[in-house]
């Protein structure tokens, strides 16, 4: 362990209940200060006090392309190549459609078993929608690489396994694509802010993700898009909304996309949605990723080793190594619902995903040691208990 933790400071930026070990910044990132009042600045201020007129003179319709430099930098994007706005299941269909026409002499659609559902979901509804003969072939995550051919189209995969934490080589297999003349689309949600990106040196052909886990950009936080320089001007826009017009207050009856990534805007930005993200992402000023990552490593092998110290047989789901897991590290249990209800309820958040999975995330901007090892310690101790096994911790919450 580090003898003086490097995000130490860092942890004051962050608004969290006292005594609370909050492990599930994977899935909703903890609120930074600066936030709330960013926010009534915008409702109280600039809509309040400019009305409509704070689309020019507040910048609101700068937001998606700013905001989207500000995360670019986070995901070794270029300047220019990332844009905000919608969700991420809309950015996916974006992603796809345009990989699709990209490639229209192939039609195999190649993901793992390892991708987030919406994902797969958003693959079938357009496959659907095309009517063009497409598939998609969902493979194990360690079968990927041998299964890129030439049939495929795109590659669509999630960086880090939300379940397991399982980390994909993204320039590996990028260049797997490449070699066999298929499309590389990256989805980031369980690794931007979590780990070093590179996404113009891994020649990345698309990415996609939400901002709402370790960007704490707040629930339903927007999505973002990068498209590669190389292909901007190329990616054909599915979903041809106004704000994605090269002249959208011109309001022309016919659709003419805008140079770059800016014809991936779709509809109106949020934004006071993207006015927090925008305060959120001051946390990250001077962040080194590299010392975040080795940080969330230190933790991560810290719980596991805590854990097991006690209960050697419980099984970790994450990969052992941690060069090849996320910032997360995941346990399979039979009772995993029960068992997370009853950390809940003694103050250690994390969360549970079906079958088996307990789930716990690695944010050194405002998670140190003590954290850790409290969170193992009731996690051990409820379990070697038998505490989880109640009827209470047993009733399914709609948002597991």
Known sequence: MSAIDPFHATRALFDLPDGLVYLDGNSLGALPKAVGPR??????????????????????????????????????????????????????????????????????????????????????????????????????????????????????????????????????????????????????????????????????????????????????APAFIYVAPRLADDARPALSGWFGHDSPFAFEPSYRPAAGVERMRVGTPPVVALAALDAALDVWEGIDMQALRARSIELGNLFIAEVHRSLSDLELASPEDASRRGSQVSFRHAEGYAVMQALIAEGVIGDYRAPDIIRFGFTPLYLGEDDVRRGAAILVDILSSGRWDRPEFRRRNKVT
Not at 88 to 117: C, M, W
């Open 39 to 220: 926010v009534a600045e915008v409702i109280a201020s600039e809509w309040g006090g400019q009305l409509i007129g704070a689309w020019n003179s507040a910048g609101w319709v700068d937001l998606p392309r700013r905001v989207g430099d500000r995360v670019g930098r986070l995901i070794g994007a270029p300047a220019g190549t990332v844009v905000m706005g919608d969700t991420l299941s809309i950015k996916v269909y974006q992603a796809l459609a345009s990989a699709l026409e990209l490639r229209p002499d192939r039609h195999v659609i190649l993901s793992d078993t390892g991708n987030f559902p919406t994902d797969l979901y958003m693959a079938q509804g357009l496959i659907a929608s095309l009517g063009r003969g497409h598939e998609l072939r969902v493979v194990e995550p360690e079968a990927v690489e041998g299964a890129i051919d030439r049939s495929v189209a795109a590659v669509m995969l999630t960086q880090v396994d939300y379940r397991t934490g399982r980390l994909h080589d993204m320039a590996a297999l990028t260049r797997r694509a490449h070699d066999v003349g298929a499309l590389a689309i990256w989805d980031l949600a369980h690794s931007a802010g979590a780990l070093p990106i590179d996404l113009l040196g891994a020649d990345a052909d698309f990415a996609v993700g939400c901002t709402y886990k370790y960007l704490n950009g707040g629930p339903g």
